[in-house]
Nanobody
Framework: QVQLVESGGGLVQPGGSLRLSCKAS????????VSWFRQAPGKEREGVSS????????GYADSVDGRFTISRDNAVNTVYLQMNNLNPEDTAVYYC?????????????????????????WGQGTQVTVSS
C-alpha cells in the first residue's frame, strides 16, 4: 500500500510551535523528493518546503524561511516539518507530497521545486490553526 500520512497539526497560539510528521508506507521516503504544501480557505495551494533525496538538501518558501525546518528520519520513513514562531497566516491544511517518479530531477532546480504537478503521492492533510 502506497500511502503518506500526516500528523501533528492542531491549534496553537501565535508565536507557538508545532512539528508535523509525514510517514510513508509502501515505498522508501528517503529515496525521493518530498515537499510540504498548504492550503488556506479561499487561497490556492502553495508550496512550503522541499527536501531532496539522499543528503536532504532543503528549500523554503519566502513566507516561512527562517521559521520552518524540514528534516528526515529515514530509519522510520518519515519527513518532518518543524514550525516555529507561527503566525495566523500559517493557518491552513498542510499536505505532504512525494515524487516517486523523479519528475523533480528534471526541472533544473537545485532544490525540489514546489510545483504540485511534480508529485505523485499525497497525504490527506493535517489542519494547523494559529489563533489566540
Amino acid at each position: 500500500q502506497v500511502q503518506l500520512v500526516e500528523s501533528g497539526g492542531g491549534l496553537v497560539q501565535p508565536g507557538g510551535s508545532l512539528r508535523l510528521s509525514c510517514k510513508a508506507s509502501g515505498f522508501t521516503l528517503g529515496s525521493v523528493s518530498v515537499s510540504w504544501f498548504r492550503q488556506a480557505p479561499g487561497k490556492e495551494r502553495e508550496g512550503v518546503s522541499s527536501t531532496s533525496a539522499g543528503y536532504g538538501s532543503a528549500g523554503y518558501a519566502d513566507s516561512v524561511d527562517g521559521r520552518f525546518t524540514i528534516s528526515r528520519d529515514n530509519a522510520v520513513n518519515t519527513v518532518y516539518l518543524q514550525m516555529n514562531n507561527l503566525n495566523p497566516e500559517d493557518t491552513a491544511v498542510y499536505y505532504c507530497a512525494a515524487d516517486r517518479l523523479g519528475r523533480t530531477y528534471f526541472t533544473g532546480s537545485y532544490y525540489p521545486p514546489l510545483d504540485p504537478s511534480l508529485y505523485d503521492v499525497w497525504g490527506q492533510g493535517t489542519q494547523v490553526t494559529v489563533s489566540s
